[in-house]
């Protein structure tokens, strides 16, 4: 009774009044529906109204969406007319490395979604994030990645990246969040607002039972980082 009533009721803190154009934008985001973009049907794909919100919030005329997944950052930027450029390994480009971005310009913005390691297999190009062997190899891929999306951001861009930490079979528990912002600092990036708890609705692992015992993560986090100017540096 009392997991079967923590599941269904949860009451939020009252958000102060304040002048942001999406007032329901807080660190805590709960929206429970995806919104009509990208396919739900792909592994790990994440809610379009979450990535709607951001893009209202910081006004961007440019995004980047090096792993577009089933699509849904372009449905989102087609549907309020924001220019997105979005790619994918499943096409042979891939995000860490820095001939994929030839010729592609500057932009104000990016989203991206990594993959939680190996949490999810994706593709088996070894190229992949999902596909590195050992938590080493996967930070080596991951900062390469970082690195080439901080060249592409312009002075005074933002940087919205969802990750989400998870207790692996072998490595034990693996703050990814930590690591995320650990790499973005260490590439001068400053962050621009509080994290973002997104609740984790739809989650494949939330219908599944387990014989073991552990204390099960609901949520992931999107750290949104900026880029200074020079004389901010």
């Not at 930027?77 to 042979?92: K, L, P, T, W």
């Amino acid at each position: 009774m009392y997991g079967s009533a923590i599941n269904t009721i949860a009451v939020l803190p009252r958000a102060p009044v304040n002048g942001s154009p999406v007032p329901g934008l807080t660190s805590l985001y709960h929206k429970a529906f995806a919104g009509p973009y990208g396919d739900r049907r792909y592994p790990g794909n994440c809610s379009g109204e979450l990535i709607k919100d951001l893009l209202r919030y910081f006004r961007p005329q440019r995004v980047l969406d090096p792993m577009t997944g089933s699509g849904t950052c372009a449905d989102v930027c087609r549907e309020i007319g924001i220019e997105c450029v979005s790619f994918d390994i499943r096409e042979g480009r891939d995000a860490s490395d820095p001939q994929s971005y030839q010729g592609l310009g500057a932009f104000d913005f990016v989203w991206i979604h990594p993959p939680y390691w190996r949490q999810k297999l994706y593709t088996a190009d070894p190229r992949d994030l999902s596909a590195a062997g050992t938590l080493e190899a996967f930070l080596e891929r991951y900062q390469s990645l970082l690195t080439c999306l901080n060249d592409q951001l312009r002075p005074g861009g933002q940087m919205a990246v969802l990750m989400g930490d998870y207790a692996d079979r072998d490595a034990g528990f693996v703050p990814l969040v930590y690591h995320t912002q650990r790499l973005c600092f260490g590439l001068g990036l400053r962050q621009r607002a509080t994290q973002i708890i997104r609740f984790s609705h739809g989650a494949s692992s939330s219908r599944r039972t387990y014989r073991s015992s552990f204390i099960p993560g609901l949520h992931d986090v999107c750290t949104i980082v900026e880029k200074p100017f020079p004389n901010q540096r």
